[in-house]
């Protein structure tokens, strides 16, 4: 499987996650981790409304899953696929873990941490730098957020 | 009491939470969360090394132990005394929370995401902005992270 392929497979399991995050009534956000051999560490969605963990993103939950699983707070050469451009906390997170890659699918202008707002990689306090790349399925997932926040709008629940 | 004292004495416990931290060969951050009536709700230190978990610094640790407490995602007239300058993980998490203050000693040039680096609570992207102040302490809390890290440079562990 090339780059491409592989890229596309997780994050159709980070776009399946979000899934589940949505008919949970979570923010539909998911996030896959994967090891430098490509094995899945870990799978998470947004979890702040069951846990009512404000810190619950799909992303730190991802990162803390793997840490865990390899007993280790750094975890180079791992990537993390998600289906929303990270937050402020979930981009330094990701510095912290030392993650070799960061793949987003959608664009998030006005929660977004990473192209846009505080720009955590583009730091100069920022002492690890993910490689950042916008992947497949921005369309998909950008999608599943806007009908997210239009049904709970329009009060019809998730 | 008055705001100053209550201040100092709440510094007091986080700088408690710093040594017990030191002690355990954790960089040595403290952090109290009290409630809109000051009582306290949580107090945690650094756990990165002993969790194995990067995202184990002491502020979120008191902000996910106040919320369990508490059964809510947000913690408005809420408080977070910490003795160092918090970073971009978490300072996104203060705002996410709706914490109503952020009070801290040491200030942070290289890491912090308060006044340095990202200056989280200034972004047009933060959507809730904590009120930050530097607190009392800032020596001690400053004189506490400069011996650990000199006594590890030194080898002599912590």
Redesign the interface.
Known sequence: MDRADFDAATMRLALAEAEAAARAGEVPVGAVLVGPDGAVLARAHNL??AR????AHAE?LA??EA??QL????LPGCALYVTLEP???????AS??RLSRVVFAAPD?????VL?????FA?????WRCEVEQGPFAEEAGESLRSFFRARREGGGA
Chains 1, 2 share one sequence.
Request: aromatic fraction near 2%; proline fraction near 10%.
């Open positions: 702040v409304e009512r963990d404000p810190t730190m990162i803390r840490a865990a007993g280790a707070k750094r937050c402020a906390m979930c981009a330094t997170a912290f873990a202008p006005k929660g977004g941490g846009h707002g505080p720009r955590i730091q100069p306090t920022c002492h």
